[in-house]
């Protein structure tokens, strides 16, 4: 049993001095310095991307505010088209859905409508059956 507590106790100590020696420490720091460096980067994008998304913002409010001045000259005029066609596009869609809103609702029983319709086919298919 002693030699098994030996064999332990070498190898503990042989583990001990490899996790103590420069190359693991090394490669230990290399991993903690790539992990903060990953991390950074992920930041930077982040903040990038939150950036982008912000100029994005200001770039429309900018031409939200010219096309309200309702100046449409040079290049410009094509694109107040552009807007005025996809308006009155999306005015069309919005009513052809309320439309079909407005016939689902005609269709549509109530719950208690349903129950009572449910009802009133059990009772006469129990009623048939009696006789």
């Keep these: ?3 098994y507590k030996d064999v332990i106790g070498k ?25 903060k460096s990953f991390s950074s980067a992920t930041k930077l ?22 096309y ?11 694109l107040f088209e552009q807007v005025a066609l996809l308006e009155s596009s ?3 869609k919005e009513a052809e859905i309320e439309a079909y809103k407005a016939s689902f609702g005609q269709q549509t029983a109530t719950p208690t409508d349903e129950i009572a319709d449910f009802e009133n086919i ?5 009623h048939d059956g009696k006789q």
């Design 68 to 78: 309200e001045q309702g100046r449409p000259e040079g290049f410009f005029a094509p």
């Design 1 to 3: 049993m002693a030699d």
């Design 11 to 35: 190898l503990w100590g042989q583990a001990k001095d490899f996790a103590e020696s420069a190359g693991v420490k090394d490669v230990y720091e290399k991993g903690a310095q790539r992990a």
């Design 45 to 66: 994008t982040l903040a990038l991307n939150q950036d982008h998304r912000e100029l994005e913002r200001v770039f429309a409010e900018i031409g939200r505010l010219y």
């Design 122 to 126: 059990v009772s006469q298919t129990e």
């Design 90 to 92: 999306i005015q069309a």
